[in-house]
């Protein structure tokens, strides 16, 4: 299994509402990650998990809660959002070993829309 | 720090060769990546190279690195309309723990 499968792909929920969005892969990768891409932009870091402990918060509003269950598993919990947030939030996973390259494999996102 | 540049968009008819352009600043041992988006799509990987090489070549693609300017360039040979999607240049350090720098990616659109 080579792929990174992200639930829901669509997602369309108010600003008072919480809702979740979900991630899994099978390679055995020990390092996970939550992106946000806005239209005609480039991916932007969120929050890297490593061996199912959060290394690297790139301060993110706490309006957007990570959890990491297990090494197979990313959630991202979503409350009271705003409008802006509205994009499509990327998953990805990557073998996370010493020297050499950080190959990230890629879901193919969650396109929330906030009203 | 790490800065990546791109070119935004690269119009070319079918067949032809595309040639996607990147610039990068870091000047300690990295790696470069080309990723593939298409609409309504995530990521996917198309190569790698690391900064000691010169060329990378995988079927259609081939990746050229010039050291001395920090430039990266992705040629598509026999450019098809599937080939139509934004083009991510990329940068990490010389380590798995390294985060990626994403250039904000080049639009290619091929015509029939």
């Known amino acids: 299994d080579t792929e990174v499968t992200q639930t829901p792909k669509h997602l369309v929920m108010g600003m008072t509402n919480k809702k979740s969005l979900k991630c899994e892969q099978h390679?055995?990768?020990?390092?996970m990650y939550w992106y946000k891409q806005k239209a005609k932009k480039p991916p932007e870091l969120m929050f890297v998990?490593?061996?199912?402990?959060?290394?690297i918060n790139e301060s993110v509003p706490s309006r957007f809660s990570p959890e990491c269950p297990n090494s197979s598993l990313l959630n991202l919990h979503l409350h009271a959002l705003q409008p802006e947030d509205s994009a499509l939030y990327l998953c990805?996973?990557?073998?996370?070993?010493?020297?050499?390259?950080?190959?990230?494999?890629f879901g193919a996102g969650s396109r929330l829309t906030v009203l | 720090g790490e800065d990546v540049e791109q070119s935004l968009f690269l119009s070319v008819r079918e067949g032809d060769s595309s040639v996607i352009n990147c610039t990068y600043t870091?000047?300690?041992?990295?790696?470069l990546y080309w990723y593939k988006q298409e609409p309504g799509a995530g990521l996917q990987l198309l190569t790698y190279?690391?900064?000691?090489?010169d060329m990378k070549q995988d079927q259609r693609l081939t990746v050229l690195l010039n050291k001395k300017d920090k430039h990266l360039s992705l040629r598509i040979a026999d450019t098809q309309t599937g080939d139509s999607a934004i083009y991510f240049c990329?940068?990490?350090?010389?380590?798995?723990?390294?985060?990626?720098?994403f250039g904000k990616g080049t639009m290619l659109l091929v015509s029939p």
């Open positions: 990805a996973s990557s073998p996370r070993t010493g020297d050499g390259a950080n190959v990230l494999t």
């Open positions: 990329a940068e990490s350090m010389n380590s798995g723990y390294s985060t990626l720098t």
């Open positions: 998990y490593s061996y199912e402990k959060l290394s």
């Open positions: 870091d000047s300690s041992s990295t790696y």
């Open positions: 390679m055995g990768h020990r390092a």
């Open positions: 190279i690391f900064s000691n090489m």
